[in-house]
Structure formats: C-alpha cells, structure tokens
C-alpha cells in the first residue's frame, strides 16, 4: 500500500492571472481600480512596527467594532476572516455537516464545488435557466443547505432581498449562506434577515468595494449561534487568523464611508457607461449591478477576443466551459482604462 492512497487528493480553485508585467490593463480579477481610503493609508504609516514581536488579538477586536458601528450589528454577530474565501471555507466545513446535499446554481463562484469537494461536503449543482436566472423554488428544503452568490457571479445578475428571503424561509432545517461579495455595487443586502432567520450567513469582503483585496479581509454576519459555531470551528485550527496589520487597516477602512460610498459611485457610473458602448460594439450580456460585465459578441467567439485583448496588454476573465465560453468576464477599470479597452475591442471587431 502506498501513503499516496490515504492522501487527502483535491483539483484545486484556480484563481485569475496576476501578470508580473506592470504596463498592463488589469480587468481580470474584479479589483477595485482606485487605491484604499486615505485613511488606510495614514493607519499604515502609524502602525507601531515593534507590535510584529507580540501575536495578534485573536478575535480582532478594533476590526469587528469598527464593523459594527457601520453596519449597525453586536460584534458578537460579526466574524471576520483572511478574505471572505476563508469565511466560505470555514462556513462550508463547519455548517455543511449533515449527510444530504448542498445546493447551488452551476454558474456560480467557482469555488464552491472546491470546498465541497475538499471537505467531502455532497453537493448538488442546479441549472440556471438560459437567462442565467435562478429560480428560488429550486432551492427549498435543499437536503443539507444552499450557497447563493447574491449579485451571481460570473453573470452580475443581483436578485432581491425578497427572492432571498423565499429561499431561506423554506430552509427552516439547514443553514443558508448569502455570499454578498459585490452587494456594494448597486443591490441590497439581506443582512437585515438574520435577526429573524438564525440559519441565515450573509458574508462580505474588502476585497472589491473597499479596495483591500491585497490585506485579505472578509466579514459575516448572522445570529449569536452561528458566529459562535463559526468561531469554535476557527479557534480549533488557528488561534490568530488575522494579523494586527490587516486588523489596525481594516478598521480604518471602515471610518471612511465617504470616501467608500465614492468609489462605489464612480464605479457604478463606469459600469453604466461601459454597458452602453459595448452594446454599441456588438455586445450582450446580463444586466450588471456589479464591478464587472458578463459580454458575449454577437459574431467573435469568447476565445479569440480573451486572446487578442490580451496581446494588447489587456488582461479580461475567460473560461473554456461549457455555457460560458462564449462569454467574457470584464471587470470594471477606471474610465482611462475602459476607453483603452474600447479603442482594442475597436480594433479587433474592426
Ligand atoms: C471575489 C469573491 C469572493 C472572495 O473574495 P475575497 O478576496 O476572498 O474576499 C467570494 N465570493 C465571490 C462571489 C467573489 O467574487
């Protein structure tokens, strides 16, 4: 017998390009194209570099409270962790604990079945209709939970807090995670739900609205037993999930609505400007409420775009699978950035 056959074995998520070249236009990974709050700024050239000798604080207290006060929930219905993907890993494994199977659409974030799969989780995808809409009703009484992408991605399509609110109303007996990674951009949290549904996580991130995605800093919320199983879960693999670097700046982050309600502006208005001249050039897609465009061209396949962008030093999100290859995932530059990406889509549809 050899030890490679009690090897835990796992296809893992593959994340989009992080090109070394600096001269290139980024639209791959639904980063913000504006720089953080100046006030994460001037939190960094405080942080007392002499605090590295001592671990961090184990529950972050300063980032939580600061949270809190935004959103207006205790920090004891508030966990945060390093990106919301290690909010989702742990939800996963901690909440999908029962033998039936998890529920979520099959265009969705493509790190779901991962998890599942790593955590030997039984899972069960539902198709999106030719739209790419959800239908709600699919998804009651899911044998063993469901995981919803609310906008979806890749597809931007954002459901209301209605429609989600009818999914986890007929899940009384399974846990339900609201995955509000680009909620920022235009949509409606459900995170008022969670004192009525103690079965219900709505998990956001730093990483898109608030230009963190470099610090790693995810967040959820949900009733007091769900956060404390959470936590258990958390304490029992790691005591110091977090660094006092992400902790101090993630806070600061969060003192600065004015300017975060800024930068969702700007990229909002980018993005309903990009919807009118790409569909001037040819293209369709999905109606947005995100930092990104989910287009296909009317006459060039998905490939040979994605690969004549990218000989230009453009860099957009292509996958080769079925239902989607046709499409193009653009994410949401400056207005700079998208005109460069307009005057080459010029070109090459030309
Ligand atoms: C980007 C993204 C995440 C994870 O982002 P983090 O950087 O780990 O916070 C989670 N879900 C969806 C749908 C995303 O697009």
Redesign the pocket.
Known sequence: MSWEEHVRRVDPYIPGEQPKESNIIKLNT?ECPYPPSPAVSAAQKVFPYESGRLYPDTEATELTEAIALVYHVPADQIFVGV????V?SLAFLTLFNGPGEVLFPDIT?S?YDVWANLYRIPFRQIPVDEHFRIHAADYYDAPGGVVI?NPN?PTGILESPAFIEDIVKHNPGTAVIV?E??IDFGGESVLPLIDRYDNLLV?Q????SRSL?GM???FAFGSKNIIRYLKDARFSSNSYPMNGMQIALGAASFRDEAYFDEVCKKVIRTRERSKEVLRGLGFSFPDSMTNFLFAKHERLSGQEIYEALRKRGIYVRHWQKPRIGDYLRITMGTDEQMDMLFAALREILA
């Open positions: 639904n990106g919301s993907d290690d989702l974030y790190f992408a991605a995955d990674a680009y998990v991130t730093c990483s898109k995605a790693r800093i995810g």
